[in-house]
């Protein structure tokens, strides 16, 4: 008897602790939501790779104007629209993040980051955090909010890394 009420006490602790998982990523440090590394890049000098990374983020992401910001990075202010539902009602959103690459010989570092929702209107971007957004939500959705951001970031990353390494953009068919 007391068994059985120790794994279903167990059973409900571990189903709620899985309830409240997350997609997007958090930095551990700012609590902010964030996706970076340091990906190598064997025999590429670093003006290579700024080439690269600047072509790949006008490829990419065309409505967006990516800039060298220095000899060394290229910065982009990037918008994602996407559609999330909430019981039957269907919610469109646009997310808007900064996207930084920055090279060094046979390395680049990404670093997605400042994530918001809201629009650009005529050059200025009105947005509250992504974190405060999905903070408006009951729990239960935040997983919907969560995926189509996260899906969208990881193919950003796959594409990045593989246009880096033989500057071909990866064209991804997920309807097969």
Known sequence: MVSKRLIVSLIFIFVSSFSRAQ?????????????DAVVPADGL???QLLSRAKKWAD??????????????AVKS??????????GSKTIPTTLIYDLDIKVKDNRYRYIYSNFRVGSNVMGEVQAISLAKYISRFPERYHMGIEEPIDTHITKGISSLDNYIKTEKMVVEDDNW
């Open 77 to 86: 202010v990037c918008t994602y629209k996407f559609s999330w539902k909430m």
């Open 45 to 47: 000098a670093s003006a």
């Open 59 to 72: 490829a990419y992401d065309p409505d967006t104007d990516s800039k060298l910001d220095s000899t060394t």
């Open 23 to 35: 997609l997007v990523k958090i930095d551990s440090e700012t609590g902010e939501h964030k996706y």
